[in-house]
């Protein structure tokens, strides 16, 4: 099995910054893409910003020039760097990971954190 397990979420006020942080862990190969996705009260879930094993990303236009994704291999962690937040970034926000297990190393499989609250307000 694997876990994803989120930290950092909170209550900021408009201007701050936030950091996140999602560790991996389990029965771990190989992980491809890992990222994050947020969902607003009475919105579906949307990107925020992903990256790859290789360092590539792909950010939100919304995010961008404000949030900043980085990734260290080694440790299996996905951080996101939020800065300038706005009210509008205010959301449930869910580390994402493409991980292949030592049974299957072939197979990814997406997995799902439990979701940190991000709350931007004054």
């Known amino acids: 099995q694997v876990q994803l397990v989120e930290s950092g979420g909170g209550l900021v006020q408009p201007g701050g910054s936030l950091r996140l942080s999602c560790v991996a862990s389990g029965s771990i190969f190989s992980i491809n893409t890992m990222g994050w996705y947020r969902q607003a009260p009475g919105k579906q879930r949307e990107l925020v910003a992903i990256i790859t094993a290789g360092g590539s990303t792909n950010v939100a236009d919304s995010v961008t020039g404000r949030f900043t994704i980085s990734r260290d291999n080694a440790k299996n962690t996905v951080l996101l760097q939020m800065n300038s937040l706005k009210p509008v970034d205010t959301a449930v926000y869910y580390c994402?990971?493409?991980?292949?297990?030592?049974?299957?190393?072939?197979?990814?499989?997406?997995?799902w954190g439990q979701g940190t609250q991000v709350t931007v307000s004054s």
């Open positions: 994402y990971a493409g991980v292949a297990q030592h049974s299957a190393p072939r197979d990814y499989t997406a997995y």
